[in-house]
């Protein structure tokens, strides 16, 4: 069974900082880019950041760029994203996804799912 499990989401401040964990098992990351998105309250699926394979490659939202950080530890089958100077309009159930380097903007691009981590950030 192919499982994808996010951790770290809490409630927070604005301006204070959360580092979001995504573990896998049933699957080997090294194999996949790597997403994450999110869904605030009322809203759609959002993009927010991808990683390719290797790690060398990242992409961002042009709403966390430069306050999200996407990595990867692929000896650990993990991948994560470190969230500073946090907004309230960051509030959103965080999902990470796995999936081949492409339209990562897409959610259709990727192949697996985790359940989401509550990310809530109070003004």
């Known amino acids: 069974q192919v499982q994808l499990v996010e951790s770290g989401g809490d409630l927070v401040q604005a301006g204070d900082s959360l580092r979001l964990s995504c573990a896998a098992s049933?699957?080997?990351?090294?194999?996949?880019?790597m997403g994450w998105f999110r869904r605030a309250p009322g809203k759609e699926r959002d993009f927010v950041a991808a990683?390719?394979?290797?790690?060398?490659?990242?992409k961002y939202a042009d709403s966390v760029k430069g306050r999200f950080t996407i990595s990867r530890d692929n000896a650990k089958n993990a991948v994560y994203l470190q969230m500073n100077s946090l907004k309230p309009e960051d509030t959103a159930v965080y999902y990470c996804?796995?999936?081949?380097?492409?339209?990562?903007?897409?959610?259709?691009?990727?192949?697996?799912w985790g359940q989401g981590t509550q990310v809530t950030v109070s003004s």
């Open positions: 996804a796995a999936g081949p380097w492409g339209d990562n903007n897409s959610p259709s691009t990727y192949r697996y």
């Open positions: 049933g699957v080997t990351l090294v194999r996949y880019a």
């Open positions: 990683i390719n394979r290797g790690g060398e490659i990242t």
